[in-house]
């Protein structure tokens, strides 16, 4: 095979149409049978044989491709039929809701195999996590502070890892774990595989896949940082004090049903939820301050359409999947333009349709024109509708 640019990695291989064409043992075939899946998307297509080969990959695709089988339907298939006593396969996930996810979607795939996986993630208990461990684990899936933490107390062996997953690594980076991530690295065999999943590219990330990936392969599904084709995209310019007043009308008037609602900061995601509360819509906050159990809880009464708008900051709603979610509103303006694309991601997932709608106030104007630039193009601009604005109790 001819090898190319060591960073950028060697040419992936031709898509194919079917899971039966991409080498999947039966089991693994009987399993998604059972979820009714289709054709593999493109990021499966690519990556499944790519990584059954033993190849390192470097993988840049979007949230919503179903980049989580794409690793995990090969690795599972590679860890055999027998249960191990010590993990042979470690996924390091930014958040907790990205790494249950992942869990979640290991023992869906693995329901024919004897293969035996476990999550380990802050904000919850550790005894019971150090219990699972004890028992034996094939794959385990981690965030990397609880992981280095459990690692400290000795609590789990990393010498038979013979792969290692960094998904969604711009995250991690943006989140501060490089550190982590080095010192979990050097507790794993230098000989093994190295699988990196990430959304964008930036600098650093390259630098990081150039320091840990061998001669990788090259799995690319999406134009660098292009959004989801099938979002539409539209942007309100209203005031930052009239926001939560169009945000209550769009979703009276326009009869949302089911909203995700980005906004900068915790402080203001609780602010938002009681002015929705308040105006009489179901609402609950997820963000780094609400305990696993309440976000665990706010997750499935908006999955089961009891809340309309589950109002979430960026770190929180990271691996959060919500199937045929319709919209995502930017209330706030992300700071850094690619996590722009991470947010309209959460909707139009695996080729479904799906909108974006973004409140931009006129500090914001700066913003908005860096993520234009990202994308390369302009986002219409719709008239904002007449509000009725009421003050709120003890304000002017």
Request: net charge positive; aromatic share 4%; charged share 25%.
């Amino acid at each position: 095979m001819r090898r190319g640019n060591p960073l950028l990695g060697r040419p992936s291989p031709n898509p194919m149409t079917l899971f039966s064409d991409l080498g999947l043992e039966p089991e693994l075939l009987r399993a998604l049978a059972d979820k009714a899946y289709g054709a593999p998307t493109p990021i499966q297509a690519q990556a499944i044989p790519a990584i059954l080969s033993g190849s390192d990959i470097m993988a840049a695709a979007q949230t919503g491709t179903g980049k989580t089988a794409g690793f995990v339907l090969p690795i599972l298939q590679m860890m055999g039929k027998e249960p191990s006593r010590s993990p042979r396969a470690l996924v390091l996930a930014p958040t907790r809701e990205l790494a249950a996810q992942i869990a979640e979607s290991a023992r869906a795939y693995g329901r024919y195999l004897k293969v035996k996986s476990v999550v380990v993630y802050g904000g919850v208990g550790i005894h019971p996590q150090l219990a699972a461990l004890r028992s034996g684990c094939d794959l385990l899936i981690a965030t990397p502070g609880r992981l280095l933490d459990i690692t400290e107390r000795q609590a789990v062996d990393l010498r038979n890892i013979r792969c290692v997953v960094l998904d969604e690594a711009d995250r991690m980076l943006d989140m501060g774990f490089i550190h982590a991530i080095r010192r979990l690295l050097k507790l794993v065999p230098q000989q093994r595989q190295n699988l990196m999943f990430s959304a964008t590219y930036s600098d650093p990330i390259r630098e990081l896949a150039k320091s840990i990936l061998r001669d990788p392969i090259r799995v690319e599904v999406a134009v660098r940082n292009a959004t989801a084709d099938h979002v539409e995209q539209q942007v309100y310019k209203v005031r930052k004090e009239h926001k939560r007043h169009l945000l209550a009308h769009l979703i009276d008037s326009g009869g949302w049903r089911q909203v995700l609602v980005f906004t900068r900061t915790k402080h203001g995601a609780n602010r938002l939820t009681e002015q929705l509360e308040g105006a009489g819509i179901a609402a609950a906050a997820i963000h780094g301050n609400k305990s696993q159990a309440a976000r665990t809880r706010a997750l499935s009464d908006f999955k089961a359409r009891k809340l309309t708008a589950l109002v979430a900051t960026e770190v929180a709603a990271r691996g959060l999947d919500i199937k045929e979610l319709p919209l995502v509103v930017n209330y706030d303006l992300p700071q850094v333009p690619e996590d722009y694309v991470h947010r309209i991601g959460r909707t139009a997932r695996a080729g479904a349709s799906g909108s974006a709608v973004s409140f931009v106030a006129p500090e914001e104007s700066g913003l908005l024109r860096d993520i234009e630039k990202l994308l390369r193009r302009a986002l219409p601009v719709v008239p904002s509708p007449a509000l009725k604005i009421h003050a709120e109790p003890g304000r002017a």
